[in-house]
Nanobody, 123 residues
Framework: QVQLVESGGGLVQAGGSLRLSCAGS????????MGWFRQAPGKEREFVAAISGTGRSTDYEDAVKGRFAISRDNAKNTVYLQMNSLKPEDTAVYYCAAGPSIRTIVAGSDLLWGQGTQVTVSS
């Protein structure tokens, strides 16, 4: 099965941008739907965005629509999360996840997970 490693987190001022990357190895990457989740301190992990194996279909949590964009490059076994117009409430650990479909990604269960990358947005 695929192993996932996130990168690209960091500290950014409100209104700024970051691009997260998630590199997959050890499996047939293009067969997996991919997604991003986040977990803020004291809160449960929540769905952020998902993309189908082909990249043709995407889904977003309402709070990030129009600001975040998920994409993937199957030739590089990598999925991205472009985050624009960042807000302090976007501060969280961001996790990459893999599953058989967008539906299972959104459900958040029985997924393969990365280790997470910290995103901190200062006001």
């Amino acid at each position: 099965q695929v192993q996932l490693v996130e990168s690209g987190g960091g500290l950014v001022q409100a209104g700024g941008s970051l691009r997260l990357s998630c590199a997959g190895s050890g499996g047939f990457f293009s067969l997996y739907a991919m997604g991003w989740f986040r977990q803020a301190p004291g809160k449960e992990r929540e769905f952020v965005a998902a993309i189908s194996g082909t990249g043709r279909s995407t889904d977003y949590e309402d709070a990030v629509k129009g600001r975040f964009a998920i994409s993937r490059d199957n030739a590089k076994n990598t999925v991205y999360l472009q985050m624009n117009s960042l807000k302090p409430e976007d501060t969280a650990v961001y996790y990459c996840a893999a599953g058989p479909s967008i539906r299972t990604i959104v459900a958040g269960s029985d997924l393969l997970w990365g280790q997470g990358t910290q995103v901190t947005v200062s006001s």
